[in-house]
C-alpha cells in the first residue's frame, strides 16, 4: 500500500529557523504553519513600503482633487497615480517576502518526517518536512493481462488487508489501468481505499480481488 499522496515541503528561501511548529505524527491542515524562518530584514521593509504606498495614496487623492478643479495639468495627476501603483507592487513584494518565511503545510495530511530543529540553517529549496495523505490509501499491483475487462477505471472492487485479528476487508476504486505492460507481461493497476479512521497503513501488503467482468 502506498500513501495516496506525500510531498516534501521545502524552504522557499535561505535562512535561520526561529520556530518548529510541529511534531512528528501531527496531523496538519492545508494552510496550517509548520515552521518560521527569520524574516526581521523583511518584515522592515514591508513596514517602510506600507508607510510609502500610504503616502502616496495620500498625494494620489491630493493630485485628484486638484485635476478636477482644474488646477493641476493631467500629466501631473497620471504621475502620482503611477506612483502610487508602483508603490503598491512594492509593497505587495515586501508582503510576499515576508509570507515567505512561514512554512505552511501545502495540505492536510500527517508529518512523517521533520528533518530540522529550531536555530538550523536552512538553504532555499532544502526538504524541511515529509506529509502523507492517509485519508486514502493507493494499492499498486501487477495484473495479468486476461483480467483487466474486469478492471476498468471507475469499477469497484473488493480489496483485503491483514490483521492480527483476522482479515478486514473494503471496498476501492479502481484509479488506473497503465496502458503499458511490464517486461514480465504485466499490467500496472492502481487502486484507492477511502482510509478515513487510518485503519489501512502505507506500506502493508493488501490483496486486490478481481470481480468477474461484465
Not at 109 to 132: C, D, I, K, N, T
Amino acid at each position: 500500500m502506498l500513501p495516496f499522496r506525500q510531498v516534501e515541503v521545502s524552504a522557499p528561501v535561505s535562512s535561520r529557523i526561529t520556530e518548529m511548529r510541529v511534531t512528528e505524527g501531527e496531523a496538519v491542515k492545508a494552510g496550517q504553519p509548520l515552521a518560521q524562518l527569520y524574516g526581521k530584514l523583511e518584515e522592515l521593509e514591508m513596514q517602510r513600503a506600507k508607510a510609502l504606498l500610504e503616502r502616496r495614496e495620500f498625494e494620489a487623492k491630493g493630485a485628484k482633487r486638484l485635476y478636477d478643479s482644474k488646477i493641476i495639468p493631467e500629466a501631473r495627476a497620471l504621475e502620482s497615480r503611477i506612483d502610487l501603483e508602483l508603490a503598491r507592487l512594492q509593497y505587495e513584494t515586501a508582503a510576499e517576502q515576508v509570507r515567505l518565511h512561514t512554512i505552511v503545510a501545502p495540505m492536510d495530511g500527517v508529518v512523517v518526517a521533520r528533518y530540522h530543529e529550531a536555530g538550523e540553517a536552512v538553504s532555499g529549496a532544502q526538504p524541511m518536512f515529509r506529509l502523507m495523505d492517509l485519508s486514502r490509501v493507493m494499492i499498486q499491483c501487477a495484473v495479468s493481462p486476461g483480467f483487466l475487462a474486469a478492471l476498468t477505471p471507475g469499477r469497484k472492487v473488493r480489496v483485503l488487508f491483514p490483521d492480527p485479528g483476522g482479515t478486514m476487508s473494503a471496498e476501492g476504486e479502481v484509479a488506473l489501468v497503465d496502458p503499458c505492460a511490464d517486461a514480465a507481461g504485466k499490467v500496472r493497476v492502481k487502486v484507492v481505499v477511502a482510509n478515513p479512521e487510518g485503519r489501512f497503513r502505507a506500506g502493508l501488503r493488501a490483496q486486490v480481488m478481481v470481480p468477474e467482468a461484465p
